[in-house]
C-alpha cells in the first residue's frame, strides 16, 4: 500500500469511527489504549507492527465542537480503503 507523509482532514467522521474500528479488527488490526495526552481518538496496531492512528481535532474556527478526524500516512490509506468499500457494499 503507497503512502507519503500526508494527513487527510475531513476524510472520516466521528459517527464512523466505531464502524471503522470494527473494520479493522476483522483485518487483524488490534486495539490499543489512546494516548492521554493528545487528541487520539482511535490507536491500533496490525501484525506488522504498523501504528494506525486517528485524531480529532480541537475545534474549530467559531469553537464549536469537530465532527470529523485526521489521519496520518499510512493510516490515512487504511480509512480510503475503509470509505471505499463500505461504498461498494
Not at 492512528?53 to 496520518?72: D, E, F, K, M, N
Amino acid at each position: 500500500m503507497k503512502h507519503d507523509n500526508i494527513h487527510i482532514r475531513n476524510l472520516l467522521t466521528l459517527r464512523r469511527l466505531p464502524e471503522f474500528r470494527d473494520w479493522l479488527a476483522a483485518q487483524g488490526w488490534k486495539e490499543y489504549p489512546p494516548c492521554t495526552e493528545s487528541y487520539e481518538v482511535l490507536r491500533m496496531r496490525n501484525q506488522r507492527g504498523t501504528w494506525l492512528l486517528v485524531h480529532r481535532r480541537g475545534s474549530t474556527a467559531a469553537g464549536g465542537p469537530v465532527q470529523h478526524c485526521t489521519v496520518w500516512g499510512e493510516s490515512a490509506e487504511w480509512a480510503k480503503r475503509f470509505l471505499r468499500e463500505s461504498r461498494e457494499t
